[in-house]
């Protein structure tokens, strides 16, 4: 029977909060550091990945970033890449150290926005030996053009982060809109998504749906599809030609430098998040990978 234990370990200045999910196995085990969707908290999905993946016999850490859910930082509900990443390397440390995980066999699965920071922890750490990208949301500048109102919708987000920046650095304060909204035309997500506003889903008090205006500058330049020639571990992706942008998926399997496997499947995105037999499938395919390889 799989074991859950809320833990905490340092990153930089700060203390982040997660869960270590340990299998019902011997000692040490693979050890697998997990994360959702940007601006989420480890209850909205990373949790239930987490649990599937001690189910199937592997250690896995699913976490609050800097300034998000139960872990300290400001500003909070910030989107830093920069700081993801640094995060996912002290949940490497934390991992290896831990004496129920084999420090020698660590792997990193991302679902959605956490594929393009798992990739990059990957290329930064040569820890992480095996990587599963989830539903993965994997962009460079021509696919946020597209997403965002093309050269003019990018430009003007920038430009709104640039302002907000400046006022946060003026005054401490930082601006924020929803996250999701199906009324405001500023919100990061300006559509009704059922996953995020359903309380029966992801709709939960520790999410607060907010989005810092000032992180629009990093999200927007982060270029994952550049990593993929730099990603040397066996990586598999799961994913649905109905889920959110499959291209930049499809660019970034091709570029990949080592092993790559791709799984599609049916769903929308958000299916991926909670939903049957979506959850299972990508599991199940994580799982097997991680076994495989680590």
């Not at 833990?7 to 340990?22: E, R, Y």
């Not at 999701?180 to 506003?197: H, N």
């Not at 992706?237 to 799984?263: C, K, M, N, T």
Request: charged fraction near 25%; include cysteine; charge should be negative.
């Amino acid at each position: 029977m799989t074991t859950k234990r809320k833990v905490t370990f340092p990153s930089g200045d700060v203390t982040l909060t997660g869960n270590l999910f340990l299998p019902d196995a011997p000692s040490p085990s693979p050890g697998v550091v997990v994360a959702g969707t940007w601006t989420s908290v480890k209850e909205l999905m990373a949790d239930r990945y987490a649990e599937r993946l001690a189910d199937r016999g592997h250690a896995a850490l699913s976490f609050d970033f800097t300034g998000y859910g139960e872990s300290e930082g400001e500003p909070r509900d910030y989107e830093s890449p920069e700081l993801k990443v640094r995060d996912l390397r002290h949940a490497l440390d934390f991992l290896a150290g831990r004496p129920e995980v084999d420090a020698g066999r660590l792997g990193a699965l991302g679902v959605c926005a956490a594929a393009m920071y798992m990739s990059a922890a990957a290329v930064a750490d040569e820890r992480v030996r095996s990587l599963a990208l989830v539903a993965p949301w994997l962009h460079d500048g021509a696919i946020c053009a597209e997403v965002y109102g093309g050269a003019e919708g990018v430009a003007a987000r920038r430009k709104e982060a640039a302002a907000a920046r400046a006022r946060f650095e003026e005054t401490g304060e930082v601006e924020y809109v929803p996250v999701v909204s199906g009324t405001d035309p500023r919100a990061a997500m300006p559509m009704e998504i059922d996953f995020y506003l359903n309380p029966d889903r992801g709709g939960i008090p520790a999410w607060p749906n907010r989005f810092a205006v000032m992180a629009w500058e990093n999200w927007l330049t982060f270029d994952s599809i550049a990593l993929a020639p730099r990603v040397t571990v066996p990586t598999v992706l799961v994913h649905s030609e109905d889920a959110a942008i499959p291209e930049g998926a499809r660019r970034f399997h091709e570029a990949l430098a080592g092993p790559g496997e791709f799984v599609w499947t049916t769903g929308d995105q958000f299916d991926f998040y909670d939903q049957e037999p979506q959850v299972t499938t990508a599991a199940d395919t994580a799982a097997a990978h991680f076994s495989a390889t680590l």
